[in-house]
């Protein structure tokens, strides 16, 4: 593993990056001073940027507010042209943006770029959809009166969102949010903040008027966003994160009667019938748990598995696994980053160490990795246990947990034996399992024999305690229109 200093090109890059709160157009200082932004392969310092106080996140609130009406009145057109130019920019400074979140977060280079790709679509999908958003006119049944129907911009908005995915979060949120003609207020999270930084000053250079998207960082985040939240000018708090922070936010939205958006934890089951297509389910999960170091809600979490395909199955993905490169996301040939912080592998560690005291078989890996940096190893285990933590909790992590059923009827009580429901995968070639896996998983989203189902055309969200809402397609910019009635007389 390599603990290099930041090179001069990161640097140069570095030096890039705006460092302070964007409120009403202007880069500014915040009021609690700055705070450093790590490299989570090195420990290294990469910036210091603002803190934000709460009175700032109210000046950041002023200023949506303040460019609402205007944004709202702005030809549907221009808002969309102003999009296509942030995606057109997007794809110019891919290899900036790439490489930022290499560095402020981990991930290999190869999917930051693919995160770019990503969150890049959201930009040109909602710049098709600004300028196609309509109601509709009809006669009431009793031929006496004139009913519009009209959707409006929501109004302002405040997200918070993750470090997992410092670009995509963020595109997901603002690019339907402007679409719809609603202004923001933006919160990144505290460990990956510069990609929103650089995302923000790329939207200005895009030609977005002051105040349209205002960015806070800071460490508190808490005491910032609860004053935003019972603001009466706030008209829609939209989360991306973890449940229990979920909870805390809806409940603070419910005493503004707050429209949220919620896109929470996920414990996804990834089902290998004994009819599957073996090749396919093994490369479907290496992308599905490996992708961004296994740190996605998407990830799967449990690998529930035919006992008849099991052991072949395990044995693949061990060969696999043990093969691939741990190292910083910027050197060549990494697959596995480190994880974003050392209470993450500490996590990891622990769900490992619960399983396998409960019988689980390690295969390969299960161990975190010395020197600098938060390493884990990848990890198969398999034999897991029913009961086992491993089972139950968001792993977040480069380990792959192994269980088995006997039949149709088992995989699907396990599969659904868990209060998320974001994402599953099912691999079988029965197509008619498959359609009844669609009916009973109960699951916002499915991979059925693939394992990726993210895409700025797709709506993409869960049910039970993995949220409320979705982002992307049709559905997306829905989520930032409120629909209007008025009925007027015939004649
Ligand atoms: P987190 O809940 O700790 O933090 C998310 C954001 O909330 C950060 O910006 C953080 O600063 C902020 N935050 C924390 N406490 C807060 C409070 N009291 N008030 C206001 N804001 C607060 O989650 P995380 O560790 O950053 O992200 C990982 C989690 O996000 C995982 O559970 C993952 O499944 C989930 N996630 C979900 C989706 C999805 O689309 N469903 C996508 C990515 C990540």
Sequence with gaps: MTTAPVAAREQELLDT????????????????????????????????????????GIRALDAAVAAQEEWAATPPRRRSDILRRAFDLLQERKEEFALLMTLEMGKPLAEARGEVAYGGEFLRWFSEEAVRISGRYGLTPEGTGRMIVSQRPVGPCYFITPWNFPLAMATRKIAPALAAGCTVVVKPAELTPLTTLLFAQLLIDAGLPAGVVNVVTTTHSGALSEPIIADPRLRKLSFTGSTPVGQKLIAQAAQGVLRVSMELGGNAPFVVFDDADLDKAVDGAMLAKFRNIGQACTAANRFIV?????????????????????????????????????????????????????????RTGARALDGAGSFYAPTVIDRVAAGSDILREEIFGPVLAIATFDDEDEAVRLAN?????????????DLARGHRMIDRLETGMMGLNVGVVSN??????????????????????????????????VG
């Design 17 to 56: 990056v705006p460092t302070g709160l964007l409120i009403g157009g202007q880069w500014q200082d915040g009021a609690a001073g700055t705070f450093p932004v790590r490299d989570p392969a090195t420990g290294e310092v990469l910036a210091r940027i603002a803190d934000a106080s709460p009175e700032d």
């Design 456 to 489: 700025a055309a797709a709506p993409f969200g869960g049910v039970k305690q993995s949220g409320v809402g979705r982002e992307g397609g049709l559905e997306g910019i829905h989520e930032f229109l409120e629909t209007k009635y008025t009925l007027l007389p």
């Design 306 to 362: 035919h006992a008849s395909v099991a052991e072949e199955f395990a044995a693949r993905l061990t060969d696999r696994v043990s093969a691939m490169n741990v190292g910083r996301g910027t050197d060549d040939d990494v697959q596995i980053g480190p994880l974003i912080d050392d209470r993450a592998v500490a996590k990891a560690d622990e769900l490992v160490t619960d399983a396998v005291s409960r019988g689980a078989r390690v």
């Design 417 to 429: 034996d868990t209060e998320y429901g974001l994402v599953s995968y099912v691999f079988t070639e």
